[in-house]
């Protein structure tokens, strides 16, 4: 099993910036990528942003493109998700992702506000 935990989240002003940090741990595992994905209130989860574990191979949502800068720490297990030009329309709950082993696991999230 997986476990993964969220961090980084809080308040922040719009145009601000962010980042957040997923830690993943667990018995010996092999990660196939990781990613976030978020909800806001009344919405369904969305996809925001990707990684691949082997190559860093990057996949951004339109919404976030250009404003969002994912990344990893391959020894740390870890994964970022660097926020800049934050808007009130990110407010929403980040919930941290990785897929291994062909089954995907879901973090707790970590709430981002966005607001003045």
């Known amino acids: 099993q997986v476990q993964l935990v969220e961090s980084g989240g809080g308040l922040v002003q719009p145009g601000g910036s962010l980042r957040l940090s997923c830690a993943a741990s667990?018995?010996?595992?092999?990660?196939?990528?990781m990613g976030w994905f978020r909800q806001a209130p009344g919405n369904e989860r969305e996809f925001v942003a990707r990684?691949?574990?082997?190559?860093?191979?990057?996949y951004y949502a339109d919404s976030v493109k250009g404003r969002v800068t994912i990344s990893r720490d391959n020894a740390k297990k870890t994964v970022y998700l660097q926020m800049s030009a934050l808007k009130p329309e990110d407010t929403a709950v980040y919930y941290c992702?990785?897929?291994?082993?062909?089954?995907?696991?879901w973090g707790k999230g970590t709430l981002v506000t966005v607001s003045s």
């Open positions: 992702t990785a897929v291994v082993a062909g089954v995907r696991y």
């Open positions: 667990g018995r010996s595992f092999s990660i196939y990528s």
């Open positions: 990684i691949t574990w082997s190559g860093g191979t990057t």
